[in-house]
């Protein structure tokens, strides 16, 4: 008896340590999956951050690149771009890395998107027809970076080095990842501005002041505000939209944006003189029904660092 209990005890010890040691064998492997994961992403983000340092660096300051090589150069950085989000998406999220790797992949979406539409609108926001428009959009997917950035400095970053924490791994926390350097890149006058330093750049401003501001508006003669206006869809409908000159240099070309009911009309001033006001008939085609929000935009001029009152939107009611 004594014989079978020894060997029964010695049985259970081994099976326990074998149990032990295949634990062991598996945590060590999540541990490593975890830490290969941390690894991957980190490199991503370090070759993030450099292709944000050169397309920032070069859009601060352009130097003797001509508007071809410079384009070039940010098709490159889209391409970059287009990479990390393909290597991101590849990822294989281990464990408790899934709503990380979720949201990692969503941050990456964004910054390949906006890279994507600010490379092919960069051609034409450095000639002449439609800069205006062009640099307003290449603004606009500024946001998408900075709401990359909220996503992997609010979510992705923290959840990583909190699964890697919960896990006693030292040493592999992913970094920060901030791909706009400065929030003045939300702003047209700011991307206006420094595209006109590109050599050869039709986007180049006039020294002094520009600034373009929306005046009155009116639809067949009734001048809209903040009260809803009735306008009679009897005779074809016309929007007149004022624009004043409250810069220093006269403006050309300036584009004016009308949309209402899902159409998006425009029309351009050929000239505005500094101090100037100047006004742009556009037909409304076709004429909305009902109740309709009525948008006027007036396009930015190259050198504007204010674009808050180049816009509005009016209640009409069409019957």
């Not at 990390?84 to 899934?98: H, K, N």
């Not at 009911?261 to 425009?266: C, F, I, P, T």
């Amino acid at each position: 008896m004594l014989r079978r209990g020894l060997a029964l005890g010695g049985g259970l010890i081994v099976l326990i340590l074998l149990v032990l040691g295949v634990k062991g064998c598996l945590d060590a492997r999540a541990e490593r999956a975890l830490s290969d994961y941390a690894d991957d992403v980190t490199q991503i983000v370090d070759e993030t951050d450099q292709t944000s340092k050169a397309f920032f660096s070069k859009l601060e300051d352009p130097g003797s690149l001509t508007v071809t090589e410079f384009t070039n150069e940010v098709n490159a950085d889209r391409s970059a771009m287009d990479n990390y989000a393909a290597r991101v998406d590849g990822l294989s999220a281990p464990g408790d890395m899934g709503r990380a790797q979720s949201t990692l992949e969503l941050a990456y979406e964004l910054r390949s998107s906006a890279m994507g539409e600010i490379a092919d609108r960069m051609s034409t926001a450095l000639g002449d027809a439609g800069a205006a428009k062009a640099t307003a959009v290449i603004a606009r997917q500024m946001q998408k970076l900075l709401a990359a950035d909220v996503l992997y400095a609010t979510i992705v970053r923290p959840q990583i080095n909190g699964v890697l924490a919960d896990h006693g791994i030292e040493g592999n926390d992913v970094p920060e990842s901030v791909f706009l350097p400065d929030q003045k890149w939300l702003e047209e006058g700011a991307v206006s501005e420094a595209l006109g330093s590109v050599s050869g750049s039709s986007a180049a401003a006039t020294p002094g002041v520009h600034g373009l501001g929306l005046g009155g508006v009116s639809v067949n003669g009734t001048e809209l505000g903040e009260e809803a206006a009735t306008i009679s869809t009897e005779e074809t409908v016309e929007v007149e939209v004022e624009v004043e000159n409250q810069g220093e240099s006269t403006e050309n070309d300036v584009s004016v944006t009308v949309s209402a009911g899902g159409s998006e009309l425009q029309e351009s001033i050929e000239t505005v003189g500094a101090g100037e006001t100047a006004s742009v008939t556009i037909p409304l085609t076709p004429t909305p029904s009902g109740e309709t929000t009525l948008e006027v935009e007036v396009d930015t001029v190259p050198g504007e660092q204010v674009s808050s009152n180049n816009e509005a939107s009016y209640t009409v009611l069409f019957e």
